[in-house]
């Protein structure tokens, strides 16, 4: 049994369609591991001899002190990318196979996931540090095997309140008080925290302790599953109660209005579409670590302009960048109903630019860093209107994957970005902002870098219908293409 | 109204539609009849410039529609349910669709209205988003939809599929209403032969991407189908 349900897991993997990718896309996602792994691997080793040298104790007890917001960033971390173990499970239902045997293997599955091999890259490099250092094997193995079971306790818990938003934010808020509350000074969790790891280290054998809530957990799930293994139940999709809407203040807009209107609510009503655009709020914040000198090696002249675009087009590069893959559902209804196709276009157009407009207004605090500060933002601003719209829109012409919109999961890693076209459109983008600014910056003095960036924002503008004219080209030419390739899930 | 001349469509070595010559007069109920594989999406595809012919072209009204949009206006279609947008409620996709065709929600409401049999009290005002209604009551918001902003010509893939018997007689009824009384070219694919017998002037077997019978619908038209499948 278990070679059937292994030989499908193999399968699934490997003839998957994000599997059979472009072979540089596949180096670069081996590479992202290998980073991980290298990260991991470094902390493992050097983190006993940094804490050391900075000799604010001994070093395994500092790391018992923040082992409680490690824990719980994994966590975090965990349910916003770990998968659940139920995709699969439907067609398994119905055939001669004890339900026990599904939710086993579904449960098995999640313990040789990354997540939980990612953290052995740590642990065993940082216990072969300790042993080495002289602390006594005994105790080392008690505590190495007691974050192990915490680790995998995660990974349990994680299972379980999966699609429990409440639960997880309730969660994540109680942290980042704690951490808050820890940062200021006010209380400080880790002092009632830090001795429950450190007992693990002093007494070995309470290590049983977190095993035994492991098996716990376990079975927790195990009951969980296996009490919603229905169609109706914890297989259901859920369905949330919807309500028509007709945002009638758009309708001034015409034909336009219609497509924004149809954008907001796609936006609004789609998991994968929201976290976007709350991924591209929160650059509005990423200038404070140019501005305030927070790091070092942002402290050129030019790293300012670098943050201006970002942070006023957060919502142009999270959402931008997979026009026009998220409307691949229904494309075939955009591409047959009475639309023009520089009416599609330019409603998209209309949305980047009236999101990098409320970024701009919202990033208006940046003015308590210094006039300079705010100029890089407005210029930034003035440069994704005038060149990085266009370059979004053109890049998505060759965007070809669909995009499933009820289903957060891929939004990370996804191959998309990594179309070998789009990755090059992105050195304009960035780069050739950079550059103007530079011949500005140091042919004449940073104001007139701004000046410089400002004139070639609104050179595009300028020149606006030509572009578009192009890109509506470009997109007529990739129309077949690209439904072709809409069509495979 | 449509006109087909010289139309192939190939992947590779396999061709999948060759019709030398077809012609579709203004105001009729046409009806595609053939297996799997005939070809019948294959040419509603082409016909609304979702794929692109590998030789010959279609002429919507004057129009040829691989290389103009202006078919756009005056055509509508529900091909699957990628026609479907799935975050919106019934409601809300309907005044989408209308507003697409310079219609406003008083007149798409009035629309809607002679629906309301169609309709069997599922669609409207159900507080659901439209991937979540059934596969069944999927359709009829597309069928309805593809009726909106007067077209005339309307195309639909396979529409009796899914659809439950009551259903099934109205669509009957509304699609021989549209031909007859308003005028449009409607446009049917169909595996079962009773409902398009039932429903077109004129059908047309497709087999291996060619027309092996064209036939004006009389008595005997079903038994020449059913003798021409039963091989």
């Known amino acids: 049994m278990l070679k059937h349900f292994i030989g499908l897991q193999w399968k699934s993997f490997f003839r998957s369609a994000t599997f059979k990718t472009e072979i540089w896309f596949k180096i670069l996602m081996a590479l992202g591991a290998l980073y991980f792994i290298v990260v991991f691997l470094g902390m493992g080793v050097g983190a006993f001899f940094l804490i050391k040298e900075m000799e604010i104790g001994d070093p395994l007890r500092v790391v018992n002190q923040f082992m409680i917001y490690y824990l719980a960033f994994d966590l975090v971390f965990r349910y916003m990318l770990q998968k659940m173990p139920v995709t699969n499970i439907k067609p398994l239902l119905y055939l001669p196979i004890s339900k026990s045997k599904v939710v086993n293997f579904s449960l098995g599955k999640t313990v040789i996931s990354f997540f939980n091999i990612a953290h052995a890259f740590f642990f065993i490099p940082f216990s072969i540090v300790l042993l080495t250092q002289g602390y006594p094997p005994l105790q080392v193995i008690g505590w190495h095997l007691a974050l192990m079971a915490l680790i995998y306790c995660n990974n349990f818990i994680n299972v379980m309140v999966n699609n429990q938003n409440v639960v997880f934010y309730v969660i994540a808020v109680l942290f980042i008080v704690a951490g808050a509350s820890q940062y200021y000074q006010w209380f400080d969790i880790t002092i009632y925290t830090g001795p429950i790891f450190d007992f693990f280290y002093d007494i070995p054998w309470t290590a049983i302790i977190p095993w035994m809530i492991l098996v716990g957990l376990y079975y927790g799930a195990f009951a969980y599953f296996k009490k919603h293994m229905y169609l109706d139940g914890g297989l259901a999709k859920k369905q949330t109660e919807a309500k028509t809407e007709n945002l009638e203040w758009l309708d001034r807009f015409g034909n336009l209005g219609t497509f924004l209107k149809n954008d907001i609510k796609l936006i609004k009503r789609n998991k994968r579409s929201r976290s976007a655009v709350i991924a591209g709020a929160f650059f509005i914040f990423y200038g404070l670590l140019f501005f305030t000198g927070a790091l070092e090696v942002y402290d050129g002249p030019f790293w300012k302009i670098f943050a201006g675009i970002f942070v006023t087009g957060g919502f142009l590069f999270s959402f931008g960048q997979y026009v026009p893959s998220w409307d691949s559902s229904y494309y075939p209804l955009m591409m047959s109903q009475n639309i023009k196709y520089r009416e599609y276009l330019s409603s998209k157009w209309y949305l980047v630019i009236i999101a990098t407009i409320i970024s701009t207004i919202l990033a208006t605090f940046y003015i308590y860093f210094g006039w300079e500060a705010y100029a890089a933002v407005l210029v930034g601003a003035i440069y994704n209107v005038g060149i990085n719209s266009y370059l979004v829109l053109w890049g998505g012409a060759y965007v070809k994957t669909p995009i499933d919109l009820t289903s957060n999961k891929k939004a990370f890693g996804d191959k998309q970005a990594f179309n070998a076209k789009t990755l090059l459109l992105t050195l304009p983008k960035l780069v050739l902002p950079i550059g103007i600014y530079a011949i500005g910056h140091f042919l004449i003095n940073p104001m007139a870098g701004y000046i410089f960036v400002a004139v070639f924002g609104l050179l595009g503008f300028v020149f606006k219908n030509k572009v578009f004219t192009m890109i509506e080209g470009i997109y007529k030419k990739e129309k077949y293409k690209t439904l072709q390739a809409y069509k495979q899930k | ?231």
Not at chain 2, 7 to 23: A, D, R
Not at chain 2, 99 to 122: C, T
Not at chain 2, 147 to 168: R, Y
Not at chain 2, 190 to 200: F, M, N, Q, R
Request: hydrophobic share 40%; aromatic share 8%.
């Open chain 2, 1 to 231: 109204m449509i006109t087909v001349h010289n139309l192939t469509k190939t992947y590779g070595q396999n061709t999948v539609l060759n019709i030398e010559h077809l012609e579709i007069p203004k105001g009729q109920s046409f009806g595609l009849v053939g297996n799997n594989g005939a070809g019948k999406t294959t040419l509603f595809s082409l016909l609304l410039d979702l794929i692109q012919p590998s030789s010959g072209h279609i002429i919507n009204k004057d129009v040829q529609v691989d290389q103009s949009e202006d078919w756009k206006p005056f055509t509508s279609a529900f091909i699957d349910e990628t026609f479907l947008i799935g975050y919106l409620t019934p409601e809300e996709y309907f005044y989408f669709i209308g507003e697409l065709r310079g219609r406003n929600k008083a007149d798409v409401d009035a629309l809607l209205s002679n629906f309301e049999d169609f309709f069997h009290g599922e669609i409207l005002g159900q507080k659901k988003y439209l991937r979540d209604l059934s596969k069944g009551n999927q359709k009829k918001v597309g069928i309805v939809a593809s009726f909106i902003g007067n077209p005339e010509v309307v195309i639909l893939d396979e529409p009796f599929a899914n659809l439950d018997p009551t259903t099934q007689i109205r669509l009957k009824g509304i699609i021989k209403d549209l031909a007859a009384k308003e005028g449009v070219t409607v446009l049917v694919s169909s595996h079962d032969l009773i409902h398009v017998t039932e429903v077109c002037e004129r059908i047309v077997v497709l087999n291996k991407g060619e027309i092996v019978k064209d036939i004006h619908t009389s008595a005997e038209t079903m038994k020449e189908l059913e003798a021409f499948f039963a091989g």
